[in-house]
Every structure is written in structure tokens, then in C-alpha cells.
């Protein structure tokens, strides 16, 4: 079952934050976080292991709550190449041994 | 820096010919996937692959599809008999190992007519 992830679309001012959530019903033992622009591949942002720390780089972060099966991503200051589709993934188990499902997109639009 | 690629970039093709779209992984890399992305929608997982055999396959992945990795480097997937609905981008990914990045291919654009 898919991961269901919140909102849909979003739109925002360069410098604004935003925070995308990713929710699922089944527990989870990771979560991976993609960007997709617009007629290209989805691009790896970061994974989140079940006992992991909450993972960052720069002004993107994201944290991960295993017991409520949910992760969100946090993006400050935003800037206009973070415009895209980002799109959480989750894996059951071990990715590798457990497919990775992702979610239903969050579009992103970052306005100058 | 290492790339999957994915070749053609584009196909079309008539409703009940075969298709092969086909992916070089990262050389290292052990384990493969093919999802597929109807226009507009979510990434949709079809097959992952290890150990020159599928781990794991979606029910949309049913009798028409199959893959391959032939040769060692190139991983195929093959659609024997397209219908319209098989029109979608797919994706090529490969990881290192279990719980690491995918790396994704750019993607072949599949137009069944």
C-alpha cells in the first residue's frame, strides 16, 4: 500500500519554508526522500533508517517517527531550484530484499 | 560521475508488438529495479532483481513482462505483447547494496499506438 503524503501541491515565496509529510499504515523500517523535476529522473535526497537520527544537509532535512509510521521533510530558505515533485519512499524491510513503494508526489513551486 | 543508463530514450510502438528497453546499471551495483511513471502520476514499482534473479514483482509485472541481464552489464526489460495502457516512462534504478541510494536512469519514454 502506498504511502499517502501531504500536501499535494504547495506553493511558495524564494526564502519561505516548507515541511512535506509522508504517512503510512504499514510500519516501516526506512524512508527515502526524492526530488523529480519536471521530465527527469527522480534524484535522491536522503534516507532515513528505523533507529536512525534525523538526517540533513544544508537547508533540506528530514526526521522520521517510526512509531507513527510518518517522516517529514524540511525545507528552509528555499530556493528556486527546489521547485520539482518530491516524492517520499518507503520500505517495509531491508531495501534491497524489500521494494521501495513510493508516495502519491508533493509539487513544489517556488515563486521569485 | 557513475551514471544509470537507459537507451532508447523515446519508443513508439504498435498496440501488440514487443518492446525491449534497456539499462547499463552502475557497474558495482548489485541490486536493479523497473518502475514505471504513468504521465502526471507516481512512480510505480514493477521488478527488482538480484542475484540474476527477480526478488520481488509488482502485480502489474504479470505474463508480458519479463527481465534480463544478459551479459553482466545491461539489465532489459521486455514487454511482449504492448497494450495502450503500458505507455508510460520507465525508469532503470541500481543500488550498491541493501538500504543505500538508487540511482536512477533518465528514463524511457514508451508511446504504444
Known amino acids: 500500500q502506498q504511502p499517502v503524503q501531504s500536501p499535494q501541491a504547495v506553493i511558495l515565496r524564494e526564502g519561505e519554508d516548507a515541511v512535506i509529510n509522508c504517512s503510512s499504515s504499514k510500519a516501516l523500517y526506512s524512508v527515502h526522500w526524492y526530488r523529480q523535476k519536471h521530465g527527469e529522473a527522480p534524484v535522491f535526497l536522503m534516507i532515513l533508517l528505523k533507529g536512525g537520527e534525523q538526517k540533513g544537509h544544508e537547508k533540506i532535512s528530514a526526521s522520521f517517527n517510526e512509531k507513527k509510521q510518518q517522516s517529514s521533510l524540511y525545507l528552509t530558505a528555499s530556493q528556486l531550484s527546489y521547485s520539482g515533485t518530491y516524492f517520499c519512499?518507503?520500505?517495509?524491510?531491508?531495501?534491497?530484499?524489500?521494494?521501495?513503494?513510493f508516495g502519491t508526489g508533493t509539487r513544489l513551486t517556488i515563486i521569485p | 560521475e557513475p551514471e544509470v543508463t537507459q537507451t532508447p530514450s523515446h519508443q513508439v510502438t504498435q498496440m501488440g508488438q514487443e518492446v525491449i528497453l534497456r539499462c547499463v546499471p552502475i557497474?558495482?551495483?548489485?541490486?536493479f529495479y523497473w518502475y514505471r511513471q504513468i504521465l502526471g502520476q507516481k512512480v510505480e514499482f514493477l521488478v527488482s532483481?538480484?542475484?540474476?534473479?527477480?526478488?520481488?514483482k509488482s502485480e502489474i509485472f504479470d505474463d508480458q513482462f519479463s527481465v534480463e541481464r544478459p551479459d553482466g552489464s545491461n539489465f532489459t526489460l521486455k514487454i511482449r505483447s504492448t497494450k495502450l495502457e503500458d505507455s508510460a516512462m520507465y525508469f532503470c534504478?541500481?543500488?550498491?547494496?541493501?538500504?543505500?541510494?538508487?540511482?536512477f536512469g533518465q528514463g524511457t519514454r514508451l508511446t504504444v499506438v
Open positions: 534504478a541500481s543500488t550498491e547494496r541493501m538500504n543505500t541510494e538508487a540511482f
Open positions: 519512499g518507503t520500505a517495509r524491510g531491508s531495501f534491497g530484499n524489500e521494494k521501495l513503494t
Open positions: 557497474s558495482n551495483h548489485l541490486y
Open positions: 532483481f538480484y542475484n540474476n534473479e527477480i526478488s520481488e
